[in-house]
């Protein structure tokens, strides 16, 4: 058996899933969306990760959900299920969408970035999913790679554990909930207690 080298825990940079996402150009994802979001949407699946985000992140985010896909974990992320969606405008008809979606999902992963401020939907599906399940958790997305894994939320932020990664040399990198800096980190499949969503 093939020797596993551990090298660091980090949290995941926008060069490192951008990266992740130039598996796909944009016309594959364009192309793909819409069948993929009915196909979907008809079997009324549940999720592991509710992914919240900025739509402005959306290329990193496509390459964070690769990475949590790649691990085991099946995402939900909103503009890829249901394009047709109006997420410039808060809408009734979104809101009970991400509110279904939400239930249908056994945690929420929230991205901070730069862009994560500027969000109308995000702080909500925080609230909704802390108040609906309470397996919630923050990604802290920083600009460059093999930055410390600490992380302090600002305000409401800093209640909720936070995710990094842990890489090795071979294979994916393996994904860590830490519910402090000084914490000792608990595997992601762990901290959701493992009941994986049934497909």
């Known amino acids: 058996m093939e020797a596993v080298t551990k090298k660091h825990m980090s949290k995941f940079s ?3 899933l951008k990266r992740k996402s130039l598996n796909y150009s944009d016309f594959q994802i364009k192309n793909n ?3 993929l ?5 008809s079997l009324n699946k ?3 990760i509710f992914l919240s985000h900025n739509f402005l992140d959306a290329e ?8 949590l896909e790649e691990s085991g974990f099946s995402v ?3 503009w890829i299920e249901a394009p047709e969606l109006d997420r410039k405008n808060v809408t009734p008809v979104t809101a009970a969408y991400l509110r279904d979606a939400m239930r249908r999902s056994n945690s929420l992963l929230y991205a901070v970035s730069e862009n994560s401020d500027g969000s109308k939907w995000m702080p909500w599906e925080l609230g909704f999913s802390d108040g609906l399940h309470g397996h919630v958790a923050i990604v802290p997305i920083s600009e460059y790679e093999n930055t410390a894994d600490s992380y302090q939320g600002k305000e ?3 209640l909720y554990p936070y995710v990094t990664a842990e890489s090795y040399q071979f294979g994916l990198p393996r994904i860590l909930v830490r519910k402090s800096a000084g914490a000792s ?11 994986r969503a049934a497909y």
């Open 33 to 35: 969306l819409k069948d």
């Open 37 to 41: 979001s009915r196909l979907q949407r």
């Open 76 to 78: 939900f992320v909103d």
């Open 60 to 67: 990193i985010i496509f390459g964070l959900k690769e990475i």
């Open 156 to 158: 409401y932020l800093g």
């Open 185 to 195: 980190p608990e595997d992601l499949k762990g901290w959701l207690g493992y009941k």
């Open 14 to 16: 926008r060069t490192q």
């Open 46 to 48: 549940r999720y592991d």
